[in-house]
């Protein structure tokens, strides 16, 4: 089943492409959203980076996010930045995207190591010897997956 694409209401405010990716790549948090096998949908808030047009995102080995991937792999993930709410208008300014994909478990020791450096770069460039002593000491307890992004689509009232 291919990604859903749903047309936009306030097709005024839809982002081009370029920009809706561009938003992605520079917000530092989003929430992701899953679906458990009893079909109530989860969303929690997580840190993210971009990587060759995936997002890369980190976990603990278990829990209620992990469960429902496990069970199906279809993610929805949001981000917003720059909200204002304007209460003289009765509305908020603000950008955002949404991440339509499928989560996969990054396997293989290199490669979840590549993966927890992208983030620890993005979030603490500055403290290289944290991450590095960060990742060594708690790679057996991170899962690290990465969303194959299907569709992103962007929104703006600026």
């Not at 209620?64 to 279809?74: T, V």
């Amino acid at each position: 089943m291919n990604a859903p694409n749903h047309p936009m209401r306030r097709r005024e405010r839809e982002l081009d492409p370029a920009e809706a990716w561009a938003l992605l790549a520079r917000a530092e948090f989003g929430v992701l959203a899953t679906v458990g096998r009893d079909g109530w949908p989860y969303a929690v808030p997580v840190n993210h980076v971009l990587v060759d047009g995936a997002l890369l995102i980190h976990s603990a080995t278990e829990g209620h996010k992990l469960d429902n991937l496990a069970g199906d792999c279809r993610v929805s993930y949001c981000v917003v930045t720059q909200a204002e709410v304007l209460p003289e208008e009765l509305s908020t300014r603000y950008e955002s995207a949404i991440v339509f994909g499928r989560a996969v478990q990054v396997h293989g020791e290199a490669a979840r190591l590549a993966a927890l450096q992208a983030i620890g770069q993005r979030f603490a460039a500055q403290y290289p010897d944290q991450v590095r002593e960060g990742i060594e000491k708690n790679l057996a307890r991170v899962t690290v997956f990465r969303v194959e992004i299907e569709r992103v689509t962007g929104k703006a009232r600026r």
